[in-house]
């Protein structure tokens, strides 16, 4: 299971909206064949695993971090292949919480006399999917919160001036975590402020498109000769707006910009949640957030961040009017503070990245109940 798991982390950053799912087939226990999923509409993971396997795939076991799909979908169901491999032993990391599959892939496997074990490695096969599994169980994406700051929390100057507080090597991350993510978000005051581009050009790029990057930017301000705009036709890009100006959106929309529109929420802004919302509902699950400070503070207080991830250079900036990456959470007492789980902590060069999931996480977070504990 441990290399099946290997195999699915492939997938990271391509797979949208699929989950990201890894298989091996086992012979006299040595490994076979592989497989893992790569792309919606590509071949599931077990199914590329026994098309390697060929013939060796009778009476050998298939290991696989998520149920085998018991429905036609983009591709057939990969309980008839190994049906018809012949495999005689499925060990199944977790159940595939999809409507269509949940449980029924194991079912189906049981009724045609095939042994299935459920369960190996259950947590380590969901931390491969946060985001899928999220937007199976609320309908929202993965959001992660990324700040590069001071060892003081700033996130710039009192000039106003952020770039290269982060090395190079903080750099590399981010351009992996956007790499790995379906969308990167960001507020217009960083669009205004930073001029970014929120591309993948450092490090191993994406074995496909880029990510989208979204800007949520109540009265389209962002300038039309930024560099998003710019680049518009090349690289996704959504705005995000409650603005009725529709020329200034077909302004955007000429240049090869979507323009989304929603109705205000009470404080006049682009609802956070709705645009979160949307992306889910166009595929985009793991969504990374590069600020600014206002964007994080309305993720935070509206309960819709699940990870953050900080790089803090060792530099103190001071400076009054300077911003931290967070402004006020609307908690007063120390007990009231949102609390940071399974704080990772890295070296990068001279500065030190800090990453970790927002407890307590909902409900439907933590959830192994509904997997055979014990039974593998
Ligand atoms: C698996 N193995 O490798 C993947 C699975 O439209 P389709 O045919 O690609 O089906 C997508 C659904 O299949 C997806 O929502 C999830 O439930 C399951 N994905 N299942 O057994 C795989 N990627
Ligand atoms: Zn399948």
Redesign the pocket.
Known sequence: MAEAIRWARRGIGTTHPNPRVGAVVLRGGSVVARGWHERAGEA?A??RALLEAGPDAAGATLVVTLE??AHVGR?P??VDAIREAKIHRVVVGMLDPNPLVDGKGVEALRRAGIDVALGLRAEECRALNPPYLKWRATGLPWVTLKSMVSLDGRVAAASGESRGLGGPEEQRLVHRLRAESDAVLIGSGTALRDDPLLTVRLGRGRAGAQPWRVVLDSTLRTPLDSRLVRTAAAAPLVIATCSPDAARAREYETRGATVWRFDPDARGRVPAGAVLRRLADEGRYAVLVEGGPTVHTTLLREGLADEVAVGIAPVLLGGASAPTWTADLGRERLEEAIAVGRLAVRRLGRDVWLSGPIEPRAAWGADASREEDGHV
């Open positions: 599931h077990e199914t085998p799909c591709t169901p990969c």
